[in-house]
Structures are given as structure tokens and as C-alpha cells.
């Protein structure tokens, strides 16, 4: 967790969710929860995931089983922000370009403004269908 000055809740109270200690502000950007793949074909998935208060846009990293995000061993990334005054609390994204027939590692992460991202959660793995 990143430590921060005072004069940071003033810029980012409204955008990220902040944890109190007797002798420092620290930073609680959280993972996104709930990731799901759908509708999955030889060549592309449906990521699905729960919106979290104070998060708008997320990172993620698609690669076969095995690499580890930032890397660079990823097959594709994302940006994904949520527009407008959405009330959705679910965000889904198509992933397309995949092979048939591999198993993948799906890593997201969300991004709490002020540059403040969470850590990576844990991979959703899934294997595309078969030729």
C-alpha cells in the first residue's frame, strides 16, 4: 500500500476508498470481484465483473496459462472505462482474436483514480472450444 499525505484526501476522497491509521493515510483500491467468462467460442471469451464504488475503468491482460501480468507476455490488454452516469453494476467485456482449443489466464486490476490501481487479482482461467 502507498502512504500518502494529507493534502491527498483533499484531490482523491471522492474517487478512491481510504483506510485510516493512527499515523498515515493508506490507500484501499480493491480488486475487482465476481470475474466470470461467458459465451465462449474457438476464437473469443466474455469477461464479466462486478463494478466496485470509486473504480470507472479497469486493466486487463489476456495470455495462455502461465505468464504473469506487466511482463509483457501478454496476447492482448485492455483499457476499459465505464462512461457516464452508468447504474450498472456489472461490466462485461468480448474478447476476440483467441486460438481454439487453449487454455488462457485472464488478469484484471482496477484503477481507483489518481493513479492509484489496485493489485492484480487472481487469474480466471478458461479454454477456448475446439475446432
Known amino acids: 500500500m502507498k502512504t500518502h499525505k494529507l493534502f491527498f484526501l483533499v484531490f482523491c ?5 481510504l483506510a485510516f491509521s493512527q499515523t498515515s493515510i493508506q490507500n484501499v483500491c480493491l480488486s475487482p470481484v465476481g470475474l466470470h467468462v461467458n459465451a465462449t467460442t474457438t476464437s473469443s471469451t466474455n469477461l464479466i465483473w462486478s463494478i466496485s464504488r470509486g473504480v470507472s475503468s479497469w ?3 489476456i495470455g495462455e496459462v ?63 472450444k475446439s475446432l
Not at 476522497?13 to 476508498?17: D, G, K, S, V, Y
Open 13 to 17: 476522497f471522492a474517487i478512491a476508498n
Open 59 to 61: 486493466d486487463i491482460e
Open 66 to 128: 502461465g505468464f504473469e501480468p506487466e511482463q509483457g507476455e501478454y496476447i492482448n490488454k485492455y483499457n476499459v472505462s465505464q462512461g457516464g452516469q452508468s447504474i450498472s453494476t456489472k461490466m462485461e467485456l468480448t474478447m476476440r482474436g483467441l486460438e481454439p482449443g487453449t487454455v488462457y489466464n485472464i488478469y484484471i486490476k482496477s484503477n481507483c483514480g489518481c493513479g492509484i490501481p489496485s493489485k492484480w487479482g487472481r487469474p480466471v482461467t478458461f479454454k477456448t
